[in-house]
């Protein structure tokens, strides 16, 4: 065993900037998967991604090769839609993709006077005209949803603006706060953490984003593993956020964890 594998029992991981780009498959990452499977080490993906429902995004990581199985994959999506439905919601306004919508199946939408208003990323539609029907919701009274607020994401192209500056934007406009689903909410965390049976201090959070991934992590007594892949920047590490390990790819956290080479190590599922 090695000593950076003495120090958890189980590990939550990132998935957008860790284990992708965009549509894109960070290299050595779905060997690096096969070979935590291989040495029977628990693990959850805990993604803030907002754009697909949680079976759907579980379908596409399954085509790419990552072998995962639906019960250990939680998304934004997944946990606002049972939020929701805890609340006793019967209407909601989505200012989510169609997919993501697949989710809240049973709910009625309605833009005029919702009980909810759900913001996630909606990307080149968040035309001024959907924001300002949002924004008149929540003024009749909706309660603001948000999936989560990260600043930006990274794709193949670049950097892009995530749902976070539109939530903020509908914040100030309206004067309310909204309840955010995702990393770094604590309850998002501990919901994981109930699935593992693990208390926080035996498990680490893998991920690319300092204040979702590490300081949510920390803010529950987990462990925060920061990768340098997706939107990590150097300058973040100069923020007073302190990770407890940093890594240069999740293949290379996971060659330290296992103490192996993973290369050639492919899933067979």
């Known amino acids: 065993m090695t000593e950076l594998l003495s120090t958890v029992d189980a590990l939550m991981i990132d998935i957008d900037g860790v284990l992708t780009i965009g549509n894109q498959v960070i290299p050595g990452a779905r060997e690096a998967i096969a070979a935590l499977r291989a040495r029977g080490i628990p693990r959850r993906f805990v993604t803030n991604s907002t754009i697909t429902s949680r079976r759907t995004l579980h379908e596409r990581l399954v085509a790419w090769g990552f072998p995962i199985e639906l019960e250990e994959l939680f998304t934004v999506t997944?946990?606002?839609?049972?939020?929701?439905?805890?609340?006793g919601a019967r209407s909601y306004f989505p200012l989510l993709m169609p997919d993501a919508q697949l989710?809240?199946?049973?709910l009625e939408v309605d833009e005029e006077r919702p009980e909810f208003l759900v913001v996630g990323d909606l990307?080149?539609?968040?035309?001024?005209?959907?924001?300002?029907?949002?924004?008149r919701a929540?003024?009749?009274g909706a309660q603001f949803v948000a999936l989560q607020k990260n600043r930006y994401?990274?794709?193949?192209?670049?950097?892009f603006l995530d749902a976070g500056p539109f939530v903020v934007a509908l914040e100030y406009a309206a004067g309310v706060g909204a309840v955010v689903i995702g990393k770094p909410n604590p309850a998002y965390f501990r919901m994981v953490l109930e699935d593992l049976g693990l208390p926080p201090e035996r498990v680490a959070m893998v991920g690319d984003d300092i204040e979702s991934d590490i300081r949510g992590a920390k803010q529950v007594g987990m462990q925060g593993w920061l990768v340098k892949t997706g939107k990590f920047r150097r300058e973040d590490l100069g923020r007073g956020i302190w990770?407890?390990?940093?890594?240069?790819?999740?293949?290379?956290?996971?060659?330290?964890l296992t103490g192996q080479s993973i290369q050639g190590v492919r899933s067979k599922e």
């Open 138 to 140: 929540l003024l009749n």
């Open 123 to 135: 990307g080149a539609s968040f035309t001024f005209t959907r924001l300002n029907k949002a924004f």
């Open 153 to 159: 994401w990274r794709t193949e192209e670049g950097l």
């Open 78 to 87: 997944y946990a606002a839609a049972s939020y929701l439905r805890s609340q």
């Open 103 to 106: 989710e809240f199946q049973g």
């Open 243 to 256: 990770p407890d390990r940093v890594f240069e790819s999740f293949r290379d956290m996971v060659e330290q």
